[in-house]
Structure formats: structure tokens, C-alpha cells
């Protein structure tokens, strides 16, 4: 045999490199997942969550994650005669992604089919879809949540909102009107300002009865390849929100120029562009002057997607860390056998599952408030904190998942690094974190019933740890003096006690135990891997990772 023909040149054989994760149930190794839908109410999803777990771990829709961040989105200003086109073009497997999420309903099953528990359904498969490939959720998440928005006009809902719901994909441009299913984004951030969006340029002049033409820019501009967008712009009466289709009804494109696409951290296979509007026609939706208030319908709704999306980062980091264990042996014996990594992955267990529970509350709330006002209060003020904390917790899980593989873990093949690059993100768009916490002093200095609802759900958990009993008392002390420069400081305290609150009422005893005892007791380090010498370890791993009981 020739030399070359050899496996590996003859020098050597492959041993202890695990198998691929790949050909598994993403949803079915997740007993937080599947707990909690069957808890919050849409436990009759289960078989087709499953369904979509099984395509989410198969090998195709695994390469479709890694060909479309491979194969990043291209602008096309112009066609070949020197015609603006303002397009862009994606790779095949962004396509096949975006027909899986669409076919699932992610952008809008529970808007087009309601029923008790549609919202936490449709949390929970955009959950388990987003750990194949995030980017492509942001069109998702943006369509999903301009459904409320585009009900401010009941005439343009009546016209686009089977379309926007449909359970398919249409990428291709032509007028709303003729149209099988279409995407909405949304434009709000200028270069002068994104948190603070009062400070926008944008003119909106008045046209017809409803409708305006938009002159300006935006700085930040996701998924341009959608079929509308809410934007906001400045009429005469003041910061008013608007729905802006890419394509008019006589087939023109609308005045809406792509400049460039931004070249960014993560979030690689969706395209994020830089905008001019050039007198584009708009149609009006809520009264002039009330902007914020008409588009932050939408907000709510991507700021709980930004939850989801990084409980989706988590969990995917925890089940490569957790794979990698059970089938690496160093020194001996298996990664997963040692002591100090079963603390790792324990405590990034945690994490992940305390991300995951809230994610699935907070969905509930979504699916009740509109009969409940306590859930309506109680999603006001959990929605922020989850943004705040789940989000800001994702960057540094992603690290440690990554370092539990090892070299291997830094290489793009593991998936972890994309995981790691992804995860800043959400933290930073739909309001970045101090902005999430001022919002939540706003929240607490204005709406009184919010913190009641809040507290009532919370104190539920009460008299079931002692650590956790303690750090409750603590912040009603610190909640009378909440001062701006705090707001961090008590974000992390609520969110923290929210998420213990859950783990305890709902969680076996090893996780609600060991979180308490290292998020509220502060009997913990600064980095994973630091929980204390009670904390049962193994039982939190084995709950974690399912083919850990072999
Ligand atoms: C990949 C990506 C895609 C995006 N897609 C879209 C999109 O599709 N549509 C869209 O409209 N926008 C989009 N954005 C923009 C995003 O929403 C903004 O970047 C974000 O809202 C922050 O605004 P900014 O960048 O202007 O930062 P700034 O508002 O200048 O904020 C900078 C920092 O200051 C902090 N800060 C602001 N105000 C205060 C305060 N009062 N006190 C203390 N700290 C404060 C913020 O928390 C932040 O950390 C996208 C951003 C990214 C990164």
C-alpha cells in the first residue's frame, strides 16, 4: 500500500476525539425545556417540538448553520445595466433555514392560530431551532413581533397580516399584495442615537390621510431584505412610527437605499445593512407624537427573543461541553468523572437551566396578559430583567462551554466559537443593558402593580431556602433606596431571585439547592465551576445532559 493511501499518512491512529454531536434530539436531552412546556401550558406541542429537535440535531440542518455563516450575505446595489437594485444575496442554506423557522410558525403561529399556551410553543421551538444557527432568528423574531404593532391599524392588518403569519418563504421582492408569506424588520437606530431614538433625524412629511414620504437615514438596519419595516420617523406632530412596505403596489420599489452592510462581530449569516430613506412612502400607525409608545409593543416582544435566543446559546454550549466530557479522557479518565470539570459543567448547568425555566414563565405571560393583568405586570418587569441578566450571562457561558473542549473548542468546526462570537449581541440591541435597567427603575417608580405582581410570584417560593428567604428581605431594603447608579445592581439581585423562585418551586432539589446556595447565598466564585462543596454535582450534570445516564 502506498504510503499516502495509509489513514493519516500511517503515522497514527485517532483516539480519544468524541463523536461528532450530531444525529440527536436537541429537545428531548432538555428536561428543563420539556418540563417547563408542559408546566407554562403547551405541553400539546411536544410531538412536534420533538419533531423540530430531531431536524435541529441532524447532520443537514447542523451544515446548514455553518454553510450560512460561511457564506455571508452580499449587497447588491445595482443590477449589470447600472439600476439600483438594493438586494441581498444569501447562501442556499440561509434559505433552508429560514423555510424550516417559517414552516414551524416562529415568526407568527401564535398570532395566525391562537390557542392557551401558543406563545410559550412558540418560544420553546424557536429555542430549540435557534441552537442550529442564531442570525437567521433576527428576521424571525422582527416579524413575530411586529404583529402587535401592525394591529394599531386594523386596516393594514387586515391586508398583511395573513401574510406576515403565513407558514411559509418568499424571499423574493415583489408588492405585499402578491405575496405567499413576507418578513417585517424594523428602523429605529440613527448614527446620532439608538438607545436615545427621540433624537431621530428622519422627516416624515404628510402625503395623504395616513400616509407620508420619509427623508433620512438609519444606522442600523437588520434583515433589509424583508418585506416592510416599522420605522421611526419625525412628523410634524412629533417621533411617530410607520410601516414601510420595500415594494409599492404598482410593483415600483419603495425610495429605500441599502449603502453598505455591516461587517460584524457575530451574527454573520444575517445581513444588517446601513439605510437611506429618500422620500419613501410610509403609512402611519398610532398618532403622530406617540412613536415610542405605538413601537414598543414590538420591543417587548424581541426583548423576550433576545431570552430566548441567548437560552439557546446556553444550551447548546452546555450540550457540546457535556458531550465533550463524557467521551474525553485525560489523565486517566473521563473528563466528565473528574471532579473539578463535573463542577463546570454543574454550574453552567445551572445557568442554562435557569435561563431556560424564565424564558418559559415569561412566555406565559406573553399568552395571558391580554385576560390578566397581573401577568401583564408581571411581564413587564420580568421581561427586563430576563433581558438584562439572561443576556448578559451568555458571553461568559459561551467562554467556559468553549474551554471545556479544550484546543478543539477554539476551532470553528465545534460550533462553540460562532456560539461565542453570537453571544454579545443580545445583550446590546433591543436595549442595551443599562438602558434595560434604567427602564426597570422606570418601571418600579411608575407602575406600582408591576412590582406587586412581581413580588407575588416570587414569594411563592418563599420558606423554601433559607439563602433564598434571606436575599428577598435584603432587596426590599434596597428597593427603598434604588438610586440610577443602583439599577445594575438590582437588576441582577431581582432576576436572580426570579430565577431561584422558579428552580425552587419547579426544579429538582439538586439544581434549586445549588443555585441558591451559589447565586444568592454567595457561597461562589467569579468564574463557572465555582459552586460549593454541598452542591450534588453530578445529579445537576446527569439532569442536564440525558446521555449522561449511559
Ligand atoms: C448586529 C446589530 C443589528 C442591529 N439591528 C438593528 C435593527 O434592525 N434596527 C434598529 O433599529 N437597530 C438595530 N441595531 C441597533 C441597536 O438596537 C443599537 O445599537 C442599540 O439600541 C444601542 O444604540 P446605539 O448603538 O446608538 O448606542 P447608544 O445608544 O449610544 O448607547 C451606548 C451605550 O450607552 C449606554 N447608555 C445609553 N443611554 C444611557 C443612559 N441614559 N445611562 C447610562 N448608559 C446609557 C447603552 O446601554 C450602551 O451601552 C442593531 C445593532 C446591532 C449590533
Not at 423555510?99 to 421551538?125: D, E, F, I, Q
Not at 408581571?378 to 450571562?393: E, S
Not at 447565586?519 to 442536564?544: K, Q
Request: charged share 25%.
Amino acid at each position: 500500500m502506498d504510503t499516502l493511501d495509509r489513514p493519516h499518512g500511517g503515522t497514527h491512529e485517532v483516539l480519544n476525539q468524541p463523536p461528532p454531536l450530531a444525529g440527536y434530539d436537541v429537545a428531548w436531552h432538555d428536561a428543563a425545556l420539556l418540563e417547563g412546556v408542559r408546566r407554562e401550558g403547551a405541553g400539546w406541542d411536544e410531538d412536534r417540538l420533538r419533531e423540530l429537535g430531531r431536524l435541529a440535531g441532524s447532520d443537514e440542518a447542523i451544515a446548514w448553520g455553518f454553510e450560512a455563516n460561511r457564506h455571508p450575505p452580499e449587497l447588491r446595489t445595482h443590477d449589470r445595466f447600472g439600476h439600483r437594485i438594493d438586494e441581498v444575496a444569501f447562501h442556499p442554506a440561509w434559505h433552508a433555514l429560514m423555510s424550516v423557522a417559517t414552516a414551524n410558525g416562529l415568526h407568527g403561529a401564535p398570532w395566525r392560530a391562537p390557542r392557551p399556551g401558543a406563545h410559550v410553543a412558540r418560544y420553546a421551538r424557536f429555542y430549540v431551532w435557534s441552537q442550529v444557527e442564531s442570525g437567521h432568528g433576527c428576521p424571525i423574531s422582527m416579524t413575530y413581533a411586529a404583529i402587535p404593532v401592525l394591529r394599531g391599524r386594523p386596516d393594514l392588518a387586515a391586508r398583511y397580516e395573513p401574510v406576515f403569519t403565513a407558514a411559509a418563504y418568499d424571499p423574493v421582492l415583489r408588492p405585499l399584495k402578491r405575496k405567499r408569506a413576507a418578513l417585517c424588520g424594523m428602523a429605529m437606530t440613527e448614527k446620532q442615537g439608538g438607545s436615545d431614538v427621540r433624537a431621530n433625524t428622519t422627516r416624515a412629511e404628510p402625503g395623504g390621510a395616513s400616509t407620508y414620504r420619509l427623508t433620512g437615514h438609519k444606522w442600523f438596519c437588520s434583515a433589509p431584505m424583508s418585506d416592510a419595516f416599522l420605522v421611526l420617523a419625525q412628523a410634524p406632530g412629533g417621533l411617530t412610527c410607520f410601516f414601510l412596505p420595500r415594494v409599492l403596489d404598482d410593483g415600483t420599489r419603495n425610495a429605500f437605499r441599502l449603502q453598505r452592510l455591516k461587517d460584524k462581530l457575530g451574527n454573520r449569516s444575517n445581513a444588517s445593512s446601513e439605510i437611506e430613506l429618500d422620500g419613501a412612502f410610509a403609512e402611519r400607525i398610532g398618532d403622530e407624537g406617540r412613536g415610542v409608545a405605538t413601537i414598543i409593543e414590538m420591543v417587548n416582544h424581541t426583548r423576550l427573543d433576545c431570552v430566548a435566543g441567548s437560552a439557546a446559546l446556553m444550551r447548546q454550549g452546555l450540550a457540546q461541553a457535556a458531550h465533550h466530557a463524557r467521551h474525553r479522557r485525560a489523565f486517566g479518565a473521563l473528563l466528565a468523572d473528574q471532579p473539578l470539570m463535573l463542577n463546570v459543567l454543574a454550574d453552567l448547568a445551572l445557568e442554562s437551566e435557569a435561563a431556560t425555566s424564565l424564558m418559559l414563565r415569561l412566555a406565559r405571560t406573553v399568552d395571558l396578559a391580554p385576560e390578566d393583568s397581573r401577568e401583564a405586570a408581571f411581564g413587564r418587569i420580568g421581561i427586563a430583567l430576563a433581558k438584562y441578566w439572561v443576556c448578559k450571562r451568555a458571553p461568559f457561558h459561551a467562554a467556559e462551554a468553549m474551554e471545556c473542549l479544550g484546543g478543539n473548542g477554539y476551532v470553528e468546526e465545534s460550533i462553540l466559537p460562532r456560539l461565542y462570537r453570537e453571544a454579545p449581541v443580545n445583550s446590546i440591541w433591543e436595549g442595551s443593558g443599562n438602558v434595560n435597567a434604567l427602564d426597570l427603575l422606570r418601571a418600579l417608580a411608575k407602575q406600582p402593580e408591576a412590582l406587586a405582581a412581581w413580588f407575588a410570584e416570587i414569594e411563592t417560593a418563599r420558606g423554601a431556602d433559607r439563602r433564598f428567604d434571606a436575599a428577598l428581605a435584603s432587596l426590599r431594603e434596597a428597593l427603598a433606596h434604588g438610586e440610577p447608579a443602583d439599577a445594575r445592581r438590582l437588576v441582577e439581585r431581582m432576576a436572580l431571585l426570579m430565577q431561584g423562585a422558579l428552580l425552587l418551586r419547579d426544579a429538582p432539589a439538586a439544581v434549586g439547592d445549588a443555585f441558591c446556595a451559589s447565586r444568592l447565598g454567595n457561597d461562589w466564585g467569579a468564574a463557572f465551576g465555582t459552586l460549593p462543596r454541598g452542591a450534588d454535582a453530578r445529579a445537576i450534570v446527569e439532569r442536564a445532559w440525558a446521555e449522561w445516564v449511559s
